[in-house]
């Protein structure tokens, strides 16, 4: 084939000129991968016997509070921009009514105090969703057999007016409840919080990407039954527009696309037809995959994580919560 004809009206276009120097592929790049578009997950617990490596999510350990104090430290350091923080609680203080995510002095709120005080200029964004306080290891409170609504979101409500009282920057309802954006943004306003961020989980399917996290928060052991009546269907992307636009009507402030990678073009439509600043999660599923394979020999551990967040990007992410952000921001910060 001649280049005449590989390039049809362009005779004299050769693509891979601008791909034959480093230099040239570094100003002819679409999308740049930086730190600051990193969120790094982090798990706390209270119970000393928690605090360990989460074995099928190699790498990644639960902090103590002090322990945690100083793993933002060292985020801050790289220059990650903001953590999300996730508890592992006591099995004892899990009931049918989750009454522990309302607790002022729960696990979550100590540790945002704490991060705060220490580290003040590093976001701190807190989940809010009851399945780590639940007896039943759902996002909502289960009447029947069925998580109901209404009910549910009340005592997302009352989760994070603690949170926020607690000093916690962005708020992250990720329970996929009718109308949790909209309570909670007025529960806010009325409480004098008008700065505190909403980034809703809008479009948060029923994956099964998410089996490793919830070993690591302690909610998998107690799940009943599954959350496809209120997580989306993997088979829907249309009905992520919907979501996406009712909780911007109801005040959010961002939202999110859950998983990440197998939804990259959920995320897409989503940038494309909002535009408001968008977060996509690299899921503990996506991370123990990429991680394990890695660990195989499978391909190379750096190469591949950076170009799985390079797509997130690609695909409109303004943020990437990520396990990988500290090991991808200290190489980003090699080449910078």
């Known amino acids: 084939m001649t280049a005449a004809s590989a390039t049809g009206a362009f005779p004299h276009t050769r693509m891979r000129r601008n791909r034959r120097h480093d230099w040239l592929r570094r100003i002819a790049a679409e999308n740049t991968l930086s730190v600051n578009d990193l969120i790094w997950p982090l798990f706390v617990s209270d119970r000393a016997e928690d605090c360990v ?10 902090y ?8 933002v430290g060292r985020a801050k350091a790289l220059g990650i921009p903001a953590v999300c923080l996730f508890p592992s609680i006591d099995p004892k203080l899990k009931t049918p009514d989750a009454r522990e995510a309302a607790n002022p002095d ?3 709120c100590r540790a945002v105090r704490a991060i705060k005080a220490a580290h003040p200029e590093i976001g701190v964004i807190c989940d809010v969703a009851l399945d780590p306080f639940n007896s039943d290891g759902h996002d909502g409170i289960v009447r029947d057999g069925y998580v109901i609504n209404d009910e549910s979101i009340a005592a997302l409500v009352s989760q994070a007016l603690v949170q926020a009282a607690a000093g916690c920057d962005v708020l992250a309802p990720s329970d996929m409840m009718d109308g949790r954006v909209r309570a909670i943004r007025a529960a806010l306003d009325e409480s004098g919080f008008l700065d505190v961020g909403i980034l809703a989980y809008s479009a948060k399917y029923c994956s099964a990407f998410y089996g490793p996290f919830r070993d690591a928060v302690g909610s998998g052991g107690a799940l009943k039954g599954d959350k496809k009546t209120y ?4 088979a829907n992307t249309d009905e992520a527009l919907r979501e996406v636009a009712l909780d911007i009507a109801e005040g959010a402030d961002m939202v999110m696309v859950k998983p990440g990678m197998p939804y990259l073009d959920v995320l897409y439509r989503v ?4 535009g408001l600043p968008t977060v996509c999660y690299q899921v503990s599923g996506e991370y ?3 991680r394990v394979a890695a660990d195989a020999g499978c391909f190379d551990y750096r190469k591949i994580v ?7 990007k690609r695909a409109g992410a303004d943020g990437i919560i990520t396990y990988f952000a ?6 980003l910060k090699e080449t910078a």
């Open 271 to 274: 940038k494309e037809t909002f």
């Open 231 to 234: 997580q989306m269907d993997p």
């Open 106 to 108: 729960n696990l979550v």
């Open 64 to 71: 103590d509070v002090p322990g945690a104090v100083a793993a």
């Open 326 to 331: 500290c090991e991808a921001a200290a190489w």
């Open 53 to 62: 490596g989460i074995p099928t999510m190699p790498g990644v350990v639960r």
């Open 288 to 290: 123990a995959m990429l």
């Open 306 to 312: 950076l170009e799985s967040l390079t797509a997130f």
